[in-house]
């Protein structure tokens, strides 16, 4: 008989404890080894039990989860799922665990009496589950500020990158999809980009509503590109990125009577689960007749974007860059675009962005 799975709860509620540890022990592959209140007791019950999986609530008194997760990944790294609010400051908050090196994360339902419910517990066991085969975990990062901006404040930034990026032409298009791991890996490669590269970025991160635009604000501030949120008819700048909306499609099409190119979003039925999807956007990039787009493939289960990454290929002669496997916190959606034999070049996190680089001022 296979080991069982065993799991940490941290959680500073006794009720939101008990409904977690009976949720999980109802899976044959699970077992809660142990709980704790706070992320003082949480570190401790790490060293003694040493468990394989942690779910960890954030807002917790003496140590909180964040501070918890700053010293989990320094002495000991584990799988983390975060168990989040739905609240702006929860997103902000969840944003930075998952910087930090939260592997994943849910959100509870705003009547907490609704965690036993099926989609719920489903989702949970589901999560736990794919998170316990994590073996890859980030090296810290390294200190982030935005190199060209050291010293204007955030404001005056922000006003600086649209104004460098509306006189601009954009010689290349990326095109990112990431999902379990790409908070964290979107925070290595986008900070490396340097503002005055002619390129434009779209990006599709599987997220939910409320989450992205905190994603692309914190990345906003430690980038030197412009990162937001997409808005429909966006029109594409170089040095600005665009991250798809939590449930909203993302297309790029020619704005009409126009050679320039802007954002689309869609609500139309998700796409093998996802909404946003990476092949939509892929499949919309396949179809403007354009031979200077770079497809990026980063960090996530499953194979989102392995037949748009195809499509790019053959009708685009799109350049693919793929995450490697050594550095992939799950090395699903890369795996699946190297094994189909497209990718150019298969990179370590850390190089992403200079392969990037390299292409946008080689070609």
């Not at 080894?33 to 790490?46: F, Q």
């Amino acid at each position: 008989m296979n080991r069982k799975i065993k799991i940490l709860v941290v959680d500073d509620s006794a009720f939101m404890r008990r409904v977690i540890s009976d949720i999980i022990n109802s899976d044959y592959r699970f077992t809660v080894i142990g709980t704790a209140k706070n992320g003082e007791e949480g570190l401790e019950k790490v060293r003694e039990l040493d468990p394989d999986v942690i779910t960890l609530d954030v807002d917790m008194p003496e140590m909180d989860g964040l501070e918890m997760l700053k010293i989990l990944m320094k002495e000991n790294p584990k799988p983390v799922l975060l168990i989040s609010a739905y609240t702006k400051e929860g997103a902000d908050t969840t944003i930075r665990a998952l910087g930090l090196g939260a592997a994943d994360f849910i959100t509870k339902p705003s009547n907490i009496f609704k965690m036993n419910e099926k989609e719920i517990r489903d989702d949970i066991i589901k999560r736990i589950l794919l998170i316990s085969n994590i073996s890859n975990f980030p090296s810290d990062n390294k200190k982030r500020t935005s190199k060209s901006s050291q010293d204007i404040s955030p404001k005056d930034k922000k006003e600086q990158k649209q104004e460098q990026s509306v006189n601009s032409n954009i010689k290349k298009i990326v095109a990112i999809g990431t999902s379990t791991g790409g908070p964290r890996a979107l925070q290595e490669v986008l900070p490396d980009l340097p503002q005055s590269l002619p390129a434009t970025y779209v990006i599709v991160q599987h997220m939910p509503s409320g989450f992205t635009k905190s994603l692309a604000e914190r990345l906003n501030n430690i980038c030197q590109i412009r990162v937001k949120e997409a808005e429909d008819k966006d029109v594409l700048h170089p040095g600005v990125a665009y991250i798809a909306p939590g449930n909203y499609h993302i297309l790029i099409e020619k704005m009409p009577y126009s050679n320039d190119l802007w954002i689309r979003l869609s609500s139309s039925p998700s796409v093998s689960g996802h909404r946003p999807s990476v092949n939509v956007m892929l499949n919309s990039l396949s179809e403007i007749n354009s031979n200077d787009i770079i497809g990026v493939i980063m960090t996530g289960m499953g194979n989102d974007g392995c037949e748009g990454m195809k499509k790019l290929k053959s009708n685009n002669n799109a350049y693919v860059i793929a995450q490697d496997e050594k550095t992939s916190v799950i090395y699903g959606m890369p795996k699946a675009v190297i094994d189909e034999g497209i990718a150019d070049a298969i990179v370590p996190i850390n190089k992403i962005a200079k392969e990037i680089i390299r292409v946008v001022e080689v070609h």
